[in-house]
C-alpha cells in the first residue's frame, strides 16, 4: 500500500511560486495533490531537533535535513528526491533515498490536471512516500 506522507516545508517550496507566477494549472495539480497526502508531519520542533542533528552528521544543508527529519518522523520507508546522488543527503543512512534527478520528462497528471515536470526553482522538490515511489 502506498501513502501520501509530507511536511509543512514541500509545500511551502513549491506552492507559493506557482501562485506569485500566476500558473494556475500548476497551482490547481499541487493543491489537489496536497489534498490527498493521508499524512502530515506535524512536530515541527522534533522535526527540527532531529533535522539539526542529521544536518551536524552528514553535512546536510538545513532544507534537506528537515525533510530527512519529517521523513524519519512520519517513519517512511523511503524518500524520494530529485537531488543527484553525488549530493550530502545521499550519505543518510537510517532511511532510503531514491534520487529521480532526471530535470527533463514526460508531463506529470494527477486527478486530470497535467503539468510539467518540475524544473529551478523546484530542483529539490521531495516527496516521502511508504513502501513504494509516489509522483515526485
Avoid at 21 to 38: A, G, H, L, P, R
Avoid at 67 to 94: F, G
Amino acid at each position: 500500500k502506498t501513502e501520501s506522507l509530507y511536511q509543512q516545508f514541500v509545500k511551502l517550496e513549491i506552492l507559493p511560486k506557482a501562485i506569485y507566477n500566476q500558473q494556475q494549472k500548476e497551482k490547481d495539480f499541487y493543491e489537489t495533490f496536497f489534498s490527498s497526502v493521508t499524512q502530515w508531519a506535524t512536530d515541527l520542533e522534533q522535526i527540527t531537533e532531529d533535522g539539526y542533528q542529521i544536518a551536524c552528521t552528514y553535512g546536510l544543508a538545513a532544507v534537506d535535513a528537515f525533510h530527512v527529519a519529517a521523513a524519519l518522523w512520519l517513519k517512511s520507508s523511503e524518500l524520494v528526491t530529485t537531488e543527484k546522488i553525488t549530493k550530502p543527503i545521499h550519505r543518510v543512512t537510517e532511511i532510503k533515498i531514491i534520487s529521480n534527478s532526471i530535470r527533463e520528462s514526460p508531463a506529470c497528471t494527477y486527478n486530470n490536471i497535467t503539468v510539467g515536470w518540475l524544473k529551478p526553482p523546484y530542483k529539490d522538490t521531495i516527496s516521502l512516500s511508504v513502501n513504494s515511489v509516489s509522483l515526485w
